[in-house]
């Protein structure tokens, strides 16, 4: 079992930045690659980003390339995605979520824990 915690959303100015971090508990963190998902309302579940679980590969959707980098510090069990140059549509809940085995899945299917979201929202 795996309790996810996210934290560092809030309100940014286009073109500012955020970084959003998940905090796990447990002591397996390591073996679990992690994603980013991103929510808008009336929209579905969108993928943001992927971690395996070593932090050597990861995988990005072609909205945030360039943007984000998602990142991992194992030794605090925790990862984070930090977003740059945000605009309005990065505007959503996001969602970091964990998943056994290799990970780097855009697929929320792929995912067995999820944390509860952090609003963020980008203004004009």
């Known amino acids: 079992q795996v309790q996810l915690v996210e934290s560092g959303g809030g309100l940014a100015q286009a073109g500012g930045s955020l970084r959003l971090s998940c905090a796990a508990s447990?002591?397996?963190?390591?073996?679990?690659?992690m994603g980013w998902f991103r929510q808008a309302p009336g929209k579905e579940r969108e993928f943001v980003a992927a971690i395996n679980w070593s932090g050597w590969s990861t995988r990005y959707a072609d909205s945030v390339k360039g943007r984000g980098t998602i990142s991992r510090d194992n030794a605090k069990n925790t990862a984070y995605l930090q977003m740059n140059n945000l605009q309005p549509e990065d505007t959503a809940v996001y969602y970091c979520?964990?998943?056994?085995?290799?990970?780097?899945?855009?697929?929320?299917?792929?995912?067995?824990?999820w944390g509860q979201g952090t609003q963020v929202t980008v203004s004009s």
């Open positions: 979520a964990a998943a056994r085995g290799a990970g780097l899945s855009d697929n929320p299917g792929g995912y067995d824990y």
């Open positions: 447990g002591r397996t963190f390591s073996r679990y690659g």
